[in-house]
C-alpha cells in the first residue's frame, strides 16, 4: 500500500487532493478487480482438483471391488 511519502510525492504530480483522491480511487478499483478475477481462477482450480480427489476416491472403490471379484472367480 502507499505510505505517507507516496501520497505527498502523488500530490505534487496531481494538482489537487481531489485528482489524487480519484486517481487512487481508480487504483483501488483495478486493484480490487484483478483481486477478484484471481480468486476465481484459484476458486475454479480448487475445485478441479477436488472433483479429481473425488473420481480417484470412486475409482479405486470400483477398482477394489473389481479386484475381490476376480479373485473370488479365480479360486
Known sequence: MLNQN???LLEKIFIGKDDLRKE???LDRKAADRHSKLFDLVDGLAKEIRDSREFR???SHQLDE???RLDTLES
Open 6 to 8: 507516496d501520497v505527498k
Open 24 to 26: 487512487l480511487e481508480k
Open 57 to 59: 476416491i470412486i475409482i
Open 66 to 68: 473389481v479386484r475381490g
